[in-house]
């Protein structure tokens, strides 16, 4: 719980500033270096990498540095967020109703063997 | 025949902001499948399945309208046990369960129908958070005892 908490504020923290909204507007129509994003939000290096940093921590951007150059992605996604509680859920219910389904299966032979042995 | 409806699968969804829904659909008549969940010598053999690595250790079940549950596990990674409790609001015999989960302000309302149709009984589950946020931190087990951290735990043992 704690964990997914802890996601979950760095994600609306991350979301709180509006050049961070900005940037990954920017990367959801192209990728990006830091210099690009730097130019065109009027900031310093500096600043932009902050921005990048805290949106990486957040899990909403990925940041690759091929040479001298570091480039900005979007990262993974609220959506595949979701795909992943859903197969949590999934897996738990999955396993909970296969095991209840032996049960019944078992009760139901056993209600069977009841009838047949209450009707001779 | 809807996936919903297919044997042998459950299906998980998220339905509006703050719900969600599982269903399968269990070979037998509803009676059986009401049996095996009101029934806690029976509730204690599938409600924790045996991947979660957990146990419940004490499961008291006054299954009537009114009535309350208190369910305790125990995962070996913990020196506490954990316990789940709340309220049955509703218990109409092979039809209908709905249940609160009071350990937290963030608990759901758990709603169980059981539908009885050729001798298959179709079991939707839904959970109704008192917000979204509650919902999607909801993760597996917060209510159910398998939560993330004993996942991760086990991954972080095995590796």
């Known amino acids: 719980m704690v964990h997914y908490q802890a996601r979950l504020d760095a994600t609306f923290a991350a979301l709180a500033d509006v050049t961070r909204r900005g940037v990954l507007e920017q990367l959801g129509s192209s990728d990006a270096s830091i210099t690009d994003l730097a130019q065109r939000f009027h900031m310093t290096l500096t600043g932009m990498k902050k921005h990048v940093g805290v949106l990486e921590q957040a899990g909403l951007v990925t940041t690759e540095k091929v040479g001298r150059v570091r480039t900005c992605k979007l990262g993974r996604g609220l959506l595949e967020e979701e795909a992943a509680w859903i197969e949590q859920h999934r897996q738990l219910w999955g396993a909970r109703f296969d095991e209840l389904d032996k049960l019944v299966e078992h009760l139901k032979r056993k209600e069977k063997a009841d009838d047949r042995r209450n009707r001779s | ?159």
């Not at chain 2, 735990?153 to 095995?158: G, H, S």
Request: charged content about 25%.
């Open chain 2, 1 to 159: 025949m809807t996936d919903a409806t297919e044997a042998n699968r459950t299906v998980v969804e998220r339905k509006a902001d703050r719900e969600l829904v599982v269903t399968r659909t269990f070979d037998a008549p509803a009676h059986i499948v009401f049996e095996a969940w009101s029934t806690p010598e029976l509730f204690k053999q599938w409600w924790v399945p045996k991947s979660a690595g957990m146990s419940l250790i004490s499961c008291d079940m006054d299954i009537r309208t009114g009535g309350t549950y208190r369910l305790v596990f125990r995962h070996p990674a913990f020196d506490q046990p954990m316990a789940f409790f709340g309220t049955y609001r509703e218990v109409a015999p092979n039809t209908r369960m709905v249940w609160t989960n009071e350990e937290s302000e963030q608990g759901a309302v758990t709603t169980v129908t059981f539908e009885e149709r050729a001798g298959k009984t179709l079991v939707t589950l839904h959970e109704l958070y008192p917000t979204k946020e509650a919902r999607d931190e909801a993760i597996v087990g917060s209510a159910e005892g398998l939560p993330e951290q004993f996942a991760q735990l086990d991954e972080l043992l095995a590796g």
